[in-house]
């Protein structure tokens, strides 16, 4: 079975799968490959059925989490760059951790994006009324129109879907707004609330600028938050914002 998975973002997964019969797998197969196969299967239903009924008799099937898979140093990398990846520790083969050998690996990370993720990162810590977000490409799905509609403005959606790049300009805006709400360093109301309210306009020469709207105006008020600056930028992977807030 060959599979492509492809991620449509926040919660939505997609797949595309061929799949080919065991009769016609099997089939090109000599006696003595097979029968090792076989072996195989048979010792992993072996292995995963006594983890199963140890799981259950002992009451361990779920296993919650104390702590973050990353030391407290990562939090930022692994939070500024999207293609960070966990990797399976040498002395204990089942438990995966961010390591900083691992994130600034050219396997996964390419050198711009490394060093985009570094600087953001230290900025993020010294300055306040910074605010600083990464996203991969592929994070909006824009066949989603609900959450099109619940997060961008008619006409922010007008702007990204005439654009030459309409992924690549929705997930810059996206981030903007990611960023312009950090900038802004009040409270989050929750992963699904909107950001409508958060407008990425752009002006005569087409850089963005941030107006408020709403909650938004509100909270930037009572924080003494009288302007907010945006910068959006993007490579082929992933769009960058910064947002700086003047008070």
């Not at 939090?75 to 966990?86: F, G, K, S, T």
């Not at 009040?186 to 990425?200: C, R």
Request: glycine share 6%.
């Amino acid at each position: 079975m060959s599979t492509n998975f492809t991620s449509f973002g926040f919660g939505q997964k997609g797949a595309q799968a061929v799949v080919i019969h065991p009769d016609y797998l099997y089939a090109v197969l000599d006696k003595s490959t097979y029968e090792d196969y076989a072996c195989k299967v048979s010792a992993r239903n072996k292995k995963t059925y006594r983890y199963m009924h140890n799981a259950i008799t002992r009451n361990s099937l779920f296993r919650a989490k104390d702590k973050a898979p990353y030391a407290d140093e990562l939090e930022q990398p692994v939070y500024l760059d999207p293609l960070a990846r966990v990797e399976q520790q040498q002395k204990k083969k089942n438990t995966f951790e961010f390591s900083a050998k691992n994130i600034q690996s050219k396997a996964y990370v390419g050198e711009v994006a490394r060093k985009t993720a570094e600087a953001l990162a230290s900025l993020n810590k010294s300055s306040k009324g910074v605010g600083v977000d990464v996203e991969l490409l592929s994070a909006i799905n824009l066949d989603n129109e609900t959450f099109i509609a619940r997060n961008f403005t008619p006409e922010e959606i007008a702007y990204c879907r005439g654009s030459s790049n309409p992924q690549a300009s929705f997930t810059g805006t996206w981030s903007a707004k990611e960023a312009t709400f950090k900038a802004l360093g009040v409270p989050s109301q929750g992963g699904g609330a909107s950001l409508i309210d958060i407008v990425i306009s752009r002006d005569a020469n087409g850089a963005p600028k941030v107006s408020l709207t709403g909650d938004a105006k509100a909270a930037a008020k009572k924080a003494g938050v009288k302007n907010v600056n945006v910068s959006i930028s993007h490579d082929d992977y992933q769009a960058t914002a910064v947002a700086l807030s003047e008070f």
